[in-house]
């Protein structure tokens, strides 16, 4: 599968959500990656003595937290790859290796206890450690461990427990039957040594630990192995003691156990004993790393630090010591760089490596770039009260009123339910954007028994759900029916929705189109017109079938905007003649053709048409007293804001200056008394002033221009769009550093234009001399949009770390792939 294909719709956190996989496949499919880290590659050892019945032969020492799936699952975001047990990922999707072990898991009650030590050290490895206590769901005695084998399965066991409960009464229980009187075998000598380990790490009283690592010594010494089975046990069980030395400050005692357990390995003579060196030698690294920062002794630091990088390239922790020693050495610049690399090959530490980067990007004066940084370490980890804080802290008011808000449910973390929640599930939104409640003010209009006369304008892209569901990773939300939404995920504004739809066929038309609003609001068109199949307007005879069917016709027409073909709303057109048509329904659906024939088909004639019968209508609207003040002012600015497209299709620079003029002078007059009006009159206003800003550019007056943008953002200063129009503006008067970061706040406050923002972000930072800046950007572009082939150029041009090969081969095979295609 190509890597985009297998990111394709699936939204990484931080990171493409392809690159997560290769760093870590075994964990998710069984197989192995050229960009596979040391530690990941375990299971596909562990899977080999299982084939050849080995049970009791070395496998990896080091073994992941019980928390590391779940980690492995959020950041990557691949829901199909989300297993409980082997035999929950789908055949297509395992590998040939990830089938056989799953088979025997399913046939775990048949095995014998050979393949069930095996399999369970299997499990352990690609950390599943609940289905190791399904296997073997009982300890053992101490006499049974006495058999090497059964041994083994025990250690599983132990290691399961304290995987999934830490040092619990029933992992201490696990451990007891090979700890208190221990038989000669590698299983007891391991777990001695290994709850010596935990002990010194978790327990508050470490005093038994010496004694403990001096009966794994005793042990060892007593077994029947090879001399690099010797070497390999004795280097582990020297690196355990480590942690006391470290303990207990004696820092120069714990450099002399790393040298001594550095010596002491043997010489590998198979491919499975060069893994087992490999996996020993980095975590010796490792642990010289962290002692040599401890001592102070910056050139050992700096020298196993290389060594490390060498062995284990695409490891998430020598990436963070790297960037770590860099930041201490002060070049912020290039631990920057680090950083980022670090955080691209997470999950395990991707939070605390994107908050060291926003340490390095503030102090290089990269305000915005870091701002984006803090909301990825939050999207992240967004439970983690430091994320939180530090988003706060570069956030303004409202967004770090946001941010604080405590949460009822899992979901009501997530940075894109809590700015959007009315479109997920009718919850409340907190973005403080113009456009985030519109689902909100729908419903309750609809709760409320009736319409508003006056409309807001803003008709959502129909895929703005999808596109936010997908962003943020909440999958269980992408339903195309209310009724489907899983039931813990429903709000009661939800329930009442899906019963106002399950009794459509039979509500008065009234309620029919009250639900239809809500639905299309939601992003659920397509049921709309399913609801709603097509009839002719002949035999509409009411108003409020005819309203009815415009809206439908509103919803269709929508639904085709970008693509191939745009659907002409004849049926509205209809509607608008037909007698029984309400002079304001016949208003607005004369502005909506305006706009239609103006931007579709570029006919001054039907403009001209459509605009003398909204003229007409509103003259009858201002004359009568059925509308408010409040109600004319908005018509009238609304009128003039739409049909100034005839003039200026007729490129009339004196009439469309002068209607616009009109125009915003009622939007800046309207008088508002509600909430609702006040939104309404906000969202004038903001709309006006869009259209007064596109008419100074398409005259040619740039500075008159954008300061209408500039304007229009102090009304709305969340809206993506108007920040990608200023990141415009700027870049044509060559601000490329300003433009990116104005096309960096599109990608922020998406899901408008999220990938596209990034992109030309990048393209911007990298004008401007900032390739580090640029390369981030392509890649958090990829990470939105897989096949976004400008970005992968431009990341291909920019990537100078770890990634630079990757960046170049991506780009290569995208751009292969894309000819494909278009020769088919």
């Given at each position: 599968?190509?890597?985009?294909e297998?990111?394709?719709?699936?939204?990484?956190?931080?990171?493409?959500s392809?690159?997560?996989?290769?760093?870590?496949?075994?964990?998710?499919?069984?197989?192995?990656?050229?960009?596979?880290?040391?530690?990941?590659?375990?299971?596909?050892?562990?899977?080999?003595?299982?084939?050849?019945?080995?049970?009791?032969?070395?496998?990896?020492?080091?073994?992941?937290?019980?928390?590391?799936r779940?980690?492995?699952?959020?950041?990557?975001?691949?829901?199909?790859?989300?297993?409980?047990?082997?035999?929950?990922?789908?055949?297509?999707?395992?590998?040939?290796?990830?089938?056989?072990?799953?088979?025997?898991y399913?046939?775990?009650?048949?095995?014998?206890?050979?393949?069930?030590?095996?399999?369970?050290?299997?499990?352990?490895?690609?950390?599943?450690?609940?289905?190791?206590?399904?296997?073997?769901?009982?300890?053992?005695?101490?006499?049974?461990?006495?058999?090497?084998?059964?041994?083994?399965?025990?250690?599983?066991r132990?290691?399961?427990?304290?995987?999934?409960?830490?040092?619990?009464?029933?992992?201490?229980?696990?451990?007891?039957?090979?700890?208190?009187?221990?038989?000669?075998?590698?299983?007891?000598?391991?777990?001695?040594?290994?709850?010596?380990?935990?002990?010194?790490?978790?327990?508050?009283?470490?005093?038994?630990?010496?004694?403990?690592?001096?009966?794994?010594?005793?042990?060892?010494?007593?077994?029947?192995?090879?001399?690099?089975?010797?070497?390999?046990?004795?280097?582990?069980?020297?690196?355990?003691?480590?942690?006391?030395?470290?303990?207990?400050?004696?820092f120069?005692?714990?450099?002399?156990?790393?040298?001594?357990?550095?010596?002491?390995?043997?010489?590998?003579?198979?491919?499975?004993?060069?893994?087992?060196?490999?996996e020993?030698?980095?975590?010796?690294?490792?642990r010289?790393?962290?002692?040599?920062?401890?001592?102070?002794?910056?050139?050992?630091?700096?020298?196993?630090?290389?060594?490390?990088?060498?062995?284990?390239?695409?490891?998430?922790?020598?990436?963070?010591?790297?960037?770590?020693?860099?930041?201490?050495?002060?070049?912020?610049?290039?631990?920057?760089?680090?950083?980022?690399?670090?955080?691209?090959?997470?999950?395990?530490?991707?939070?605390?490596?994107?908050?060291?980067?926003?340490?390095?990007?503030?102090?290089?004066?990269?305000?915005?770039?870091?701002?984006?940084?803090?909301?990825?370490?939050?999207?992240?980890?967004?439970?983690?009260?430091?994320?939180?804080?530090?988003?706060?802290?570069?956030?303004?008011?409202?967004?770090?009123?946001?941010?604080?808000?405590?949460?009822?449910?899992?979901?009501?973390?997530?940075?894109?339910?809590?700015?959007?929640?009315?479109?997920?599930?009718?919850?409340?939104?907190?973005s403080?954007?113009?456009?985030?409640?519109?689902?909100?003010?729908?419903?309750?209009?609809?709760?409320?028994?009736?319409?508003?006369?006056?409309?807001?304008?803003?008709?959502?892209?129909?895929?703005?759900?999808?596109?936010?569901?997908?962003?943020?990773?909440?999958?269980?939300?992408?339903?195309?029916?209310?009724?489907?939404?899983?039931?813990?995920?429903?709000?009661?504004?939800?329930?009442?929705?899906?019963?106002?739809?399950?009794?459509?066929?039979?509500a008065?038309?009234?309620?029919?189109?009250?639900?239809?609003?809500?639905l299309?609001?939601?992003?659920?068109?397509?049921?709309?017109?399913?609801?709603?199949?097509?009839?002719?307007?002949?035999?509409?005879?009411?108003?409020?079938?005819?309203?009815?069917?415009?809206?439908?016709?509103?919803?269709?027409?929508?639904?085709?905007?970008?693509?191939?073909?745009?659907?002409?709303?004849?049926?509205?057109?209809?509607?608008?003649?037909h007698?029984?048509?309400?002079?304001?329904?016949?208003?607005?659906?004369?502005?909506?053709?305006?706009?239609?024939?103006?931007?579709?088909?570029?006919?001054?004639?039907?403009?001209?048409?459509?605009?003398?019968?909204?003229?007409?209508?509103?003259?009858?609207?201002?004359?009568?007293?059925?509308?408010?003040?409040?109600?004319?002012?908005?018509?009238?600015?609304?009128?003039?804001r739409?049909?100034?497209?005839v003039?200026?299709?007729?490129?009339?620079?004196?009439q469309?200056?002068?209607?616009?003029?009109?125009?915003?002078?009622?939007?800046?007059?309207?008088?508002?008394?509600?909430?609702?009006?006040?939104?309404?009159?906000?969202?004038?206003?903001?709309?006006?002033?869009?259209?007064r800003?596109?008419?100074?550019?398409?005259?040619?007056?740039?500075?008159?221009?954008?300061?209408?943008?500039?304007?229009?953002?102090?009304?709305?200063?969340?809206?993506?769009?108007?920040?990608?129009?200023?990141?415009?503006?700027?870049?044509?008067?060559?601000?490329?550093?300003?433009?990116?970061?104005?096309?960096?706040?599109?990608?922020?406050?998406?899901?408008?234009?999220?990938?596209?923002?990034?992109?030309?972000?990048?393209?911007?930072?990298?004008?401007?001399?900032?390739?580090?800046?640029?390369?981030?950007?392509?890649v958090?572009a990829?990470?939105?949009?897989p096949?976004?082939?400008?970005?992968?150029?431009?990341?291909?041009?920019?990537?100078?770390?770890?990634?630079?090969?990757?960046?170049?081969e991506?780009?290569?095979?995208?751009?292969?792939?894309?000819?494909?295609?278009?020769?088919?």
């Amino acid at each position: 599968m190509d890597r985009w294909e297998r990111a394709h719709g699936h939204i990484g956190a931080a990171a493409p959500s392809w690159l997560t996989f290769e760093v870590h496949r075994p964990y998710l499919d069984g197989a192995d990656s050229a960009l596979t880290t040391v530690h990941a590659r375990g299971s596909l050892l562990a899977a080999r003595r299982f084939e050849h019945r080995q049970p009791t032969a070395l496998r990896f020492g080091m073994t992941m937290p019980g928390s590391y799936r779940s980690l492995l699952d959020g950041e990557a975001r691949l829901a199909r790859y989300r297993v409980r047990d082997p035999l929950g990922l789908a055949t297509d999707l395992a590998s040939p290796t990830w089938r056989r072990m799953a088979e025997a898991y399913g046939h775990r009650a048949d095995l014998d206890d050979v393949d069930r030590a095996g399999l369970a050290q299997w499990l352990i490895a690609v950390c599943l450690p609940d289905s190791v206590l399904e296997v073997l769901p009982a300890d053992l005695s101490e006499s049974d461990c006495a058999d090497p084998v059964r041994a083994i399965a025990q250690w599983s066991r132990a290691s399961a427990l304290f995987a999934i409960e830490g040092l619990s009464d029933r992992a201490r229980a696990a451990y007891s039957p090979l700890v208190d009187n221990p038989a000669p075998t590698v299983a007891h000598a391991q777990a001695v040594a290994a709850w010596g380990y935990l002990v010194t790490r978790h327990a508050a009283d470490d005093s038994d630990t010496p004694e403990l690592f001096a009966r794994a010594e005793e042990v060892r010494k007593g077994l029947d192995l090879t001399d690099f089975e010797h070497s390999l046990l004795h280097a582990r069980l020297l690196l355990r003691q480590v942690m006391h030395a470290e303990r207990q400050g004696a820092f120069d005692d714990a450099w002399q156990l790393l040298a001594e357990a550095a010596d002491v390995l043997e010489p590998p003579v198979d491919a499975d004993e060069e893994a087992l060196t490999v996996e020993m030698r980095r975590r010796i690294i490792d642990r010289r790393v962290d002692i040599a920062v401890r001592r102070g002794d910056r050139e050992a630091e700096s020298a196993y630090i290389a060594e490390g990088l060498a062995l284990d390239p695409y490891d998430v922790k020598i990436r963070m010591q790297a960037a770590q020693a860099t930041e201490r050495l002060g070049d912020n610049e290039k631990a920057l760089a680090e950083y980022l690399d670090a955080a691209r090959l997470g999950p395990y530490g991707t939070a605390f490596a994107l908050l060291a980067a926003v340490r390095c990007a503030k102090a290089l004066g990269h305000d915005e770039f870091a701002r984006a940084l803090a909301e990825r370490a939050y999207r992240t980890a967004p439970r983690s009260a430091r994320t939180r804080e530090a988003l706060a802290e570069l956030s303004d008011g409202p967004l770090a009123e946001m941010i604080s808000l405590p949460a009822e449910h899992p979901y009501e973390h997530n940075w894109h339910y809590r700015m959007y929640a009315a479109y997920f599930n009718l919850g409340e939104s907190h973005s403080p954007g113009l456009y985030s409640s519109l689902p909100t003010w729908a419903y309750e209009f609809a709760e409320a028994g009736a319409p508003p006369e006056v409309n807001w304008q803003r008709l959502m892209p129909p895929a703005f759900r999808a596109n936010l569901v997908r962003e943020s990773g909440l999958t269980e939300f992408a339903v195309t029916h209310p009724a489907d939404l899983p039931t813990h995920l429903r709000t009661p504004a939800w329930d009442q929705l899906c019963a106002w739809v399950a009794e459509f066929p039979t509500a008065d038309v009234e309620r029919q189109y009250l639900t239809a609003v809500v639905l299309f609001r939601l992003g659920f068109g397509k049921l709309v017109l399913d609801l709603l199949p097509p009839r002719p307007v002949a035999e509409l005879t009411t108003p409020a079938q005819l309203r009815l069917w415009h809206w439908r016709d509103v919803v269709r027409y929508v639904g085709s905007v970008g693509s191939s073909g745009v659907v002409e709303p004849t049926a509205s057109f209809e509607i608008a003649d037909h007698p029984a048509c309400p002079t304001h329904l016949r208003f607005v659906i004369s502005v909506f053709a305006v706009v239609f024939h103006a931007r579709e088909t570029k006919s001054l004639e039907a403009a001209s048409l459509w605009r003398d019968k909204a003229q007409a209508s509103l003259d009858e609207l201002l004359a009568g007293e059925e509308h408010s003040p409040f109600e004319k002012a908005m018509m009238e600015s609304r009128f003039y804001r739409s049909v100034t497209y005839v003039p200026f299709l007729r490129r009339d620079r004196d009439q469309l200056a002068r209607e616009m003029d009109r125009a915003e002078e009622l939007a800046w007059s309207v008088p508002a008394s509600t909430s609702y009006e006040e939104f309404l009159a906000r969202e004038n206003l903001r709309a006006c002033l869009e259209s007064r800003s596109k008419e100074a550019f398409g005259f040619g007056e740039h500075e008159k221009g954008r300061r209408l943008v500039e304007e229009v953002l102090t009304i709305d200063p969340y809206e993506p769009k108007t920040h990608m129009e200023l990141a415009e503006v700027l870049l044509a008067e060559g601000r490329e550093r300003e433009a990116g970061e104005s096309y960096l706040r599109t990608a922020r406050l998406g899901p408008i234009g999220t990938a596209r923002g990034f992109a030309l972000a990048g393209e911007c930072f990298d004008r401007a001399g900032l390739p580090l800046l640029a390369e981030d950007c392509f890649v958090q572009a990829l990470r939105v949009d897989p096949h976004a082939v400008s970005a992968a150029r431009g990341w291909a041009r920019v990537a100078s770390g770890v990634l630079a090969g990757v960046a170049a081969e991506y780009a290569r095979d995208l751009e292969a792939w894309g000819a494909a295609r278009r020769g088919r």
